[in-house]
């Protein structure tokens, strides 16, 4: 049962990390008549990255012996770090003042918004290509399965046409 938790929960744990810095930065987006690009390429790997992310948490509960020898909790841990590193960023300055000026201008440079944007795309190359990794093996074990059946099914077919030759009876 650890183990069941173990990936499934760092997983959920990202998730909400990721969707608070993704409620962050559509504060400010729609105080704003023009978000720069940057700030949307940010917002649509965000979303990303959760579909993923949701995509290894089913993985990760279905198969957890799995998902945990796939050693992602060091990418889970640096993901937390990455997202926690930005919301810090994100989160409005306190006092009054703080919170006006938080809402009108974008806490982030273009270039500084671009690289959590290369990390994030990383993260999620990282564990699309672990599950990808993962649904190769399982379909090679498929295919060998079937690969068994076919032959088994084969001999049996040859098996029960011989019994059927052999108690026709014989002509000659």
């Not at 987006?29 to 959760?50: C, D, W, Y």
């Not at 990455?82 to 300055?93: A, C, G, M, Q, T």
């Not at 993962?134 to 079937?146: C, G, L, M, P």
């Amino acid at each position: 049962m650890a183990e069941l938790l173990g990936t499934a929960a760092s997983v959920i744990a990202v998730i909400q990390l990721t969707a608070a810095v993704a409620s962050l930065s559509y504060e400010y987006i729609s105080g704003v008549a023009r978000a720069p690009s940057e700030l949307q390429r940010f917002m649509n790997e965000l979303k990303a990255l959760t579909a993923v992310l949701s995509r290894l948490q089913m993985f990760a509960l279905d198969n957890p012996d799995i998902a945990d020898s796939w050693g992602l909790g060091e990418e889970l841990r640096r993901c937390a770090e990455e997202l926690k590193d930005v919301k810090e960023r994100l989160e409005p300055k306190r006092g009054w003042w703080g919170t006006a000026l938080g809402r009108l201008q974008w806490p982030l440079g273009g270039r500084e918004t671009l690289d959590y944007v290369w990390k994030i795309e990383r993260l999620k190359s990282h564990f699309t290509l672990a599950m990808t990794a993962e649904n190769r093996t399982f379909s090679k074990v498929i295919d060998k399965n079937v690969q068994d059946i076919k032959r088994d099914l084969y001999s049996h077919t040859s098996e029960m046409k011989t019994q059927q030759l052999s108690s026709l009876p014989r002509i000659l």
